[in-house]
């Protein structure tokens, strides 16, 4: 895993951290668990691609979309609304400059498709990578979507827009401007994990970009270089739309030939 600091005008490494083998014995993370750990959300063995539950299919008894959302979201509205006396704590800061951390993930990795009957929980606040569920979600944006859904956007090459909500509005509106005006394949939705000092994401697959404030040339280079990498080249919409507020617009056409068109 690496972090990188970012200034207005540089990106500029700041340090990286490494965990290892020490006297034969190693002592750093296993992947995706260690060695006789005991898995508590069990992967699904039914038919699909290479064992996994296939995608994009309606099955009441896995996912159609409609049964069982609150495995992954209590409908709360915590979960997209700010309370007011939290709000100074969510102010933009000039000082606070934007991180870049990336993950490592193995080649071949593949995340498992999970069944509504399985919780599945990750390790980090805003993960880049895991499993997910088997329908992905229309691409838009959303009154709140849960990481179990937005994942399989990242699979698929999307950028996820992610932002506290007691985030500064005026900040918000211009971080959405920037993302539908980049690419068809987004995601934007409110997400009450992000830390007060960075209450904005941009996610893609294995890497992410924290802020306290948007700056418009971070935030588009981001996405020109690490949208559409995921390890799934679909662009085909997704099936799960429940609290969806706006569509996506196509830009340049459905497979985003052309990242930031307009900006």
């Known amino acids: ?28 993370k296993w992947f995706p668990y260690p060695p006789g750990a005991e898995v508590t959300s069990p992967v699904d063995k039914k038919p699909g691609y290479k064992g996994r539950v296939p995608m994009g299919i309606k099955n009441s008894n896995c996912d159609d979309g409609k049964t069982n959302l609150t495995v992954d979201w209590d409908k709360s509205a915590d979960s997209y609304l700010c309370f007011y ?41 805003v993960p880049t990578f895991g499993g997910h569920r088997p329908l992905w979600p229309r691409y838009g944006e959303y009154q709140y979507l849960p990481p179990q859904r937005w994942l399989h956007s990242l699979e698929h090459g999307a950028i996820v827009m992610l932002y506290h909500p007691c985030a500064d509005p005026q900040e918000i509106n211009k971080l959405k401007g920037i993302v539908t005006n980049c690419l068809y394949r987004h995601i ?30 971070i935030a588009k280079e981001f996405i020109m270089t690490s949208a559409l990498q995921g390890p799934e080249k679909v662009s085909t919409d ?19 030939s052309t990242i930031c068109p307009e900006i």
């Not at 100074?88 to 498992?112: F, N, T, W």
């Not at 007060?196 to 890497?207: D, E, H, I, K, Y």
Request: glycine share 6%; with cysteine.
């Open 1 to 28: 895993m690496k972090l990188i600091i970012l200034s207005s005008f540089w990106l500029v490494l700041y340090s990286f951290w490494f965990t290892g083998c020490k006297g034969g014995k190693w002592y750093g």
């Open 85 to 125: 006396e939290n709000l100074k704590d969510y102010m933009p800061d000039l000082y606070v400059q934007p991180i870049l951390q990336c993950d490592h993930i193995p080649r071949g990795y593949m995340p498992e498709h999970y069944c509504m009957h399985t919780s599945i929980v990750y390790r980090d606040d």
């Open 188 to 217: 934007i939705t409110p997400y009450n994990k992000l830390q007060s000092q960075r209450p904005f994401a941009l996610v893609t697959w294995g890497c992410k970009l924290m802020m306290s404030k948007v700056d418009h040339k």
């Open 238 to 256: 997704g099936q799960f739309d429940y609290a969806l507020l706006r569509h996506a617009k196509i830009l340049t056409d459905e497979n985003d």
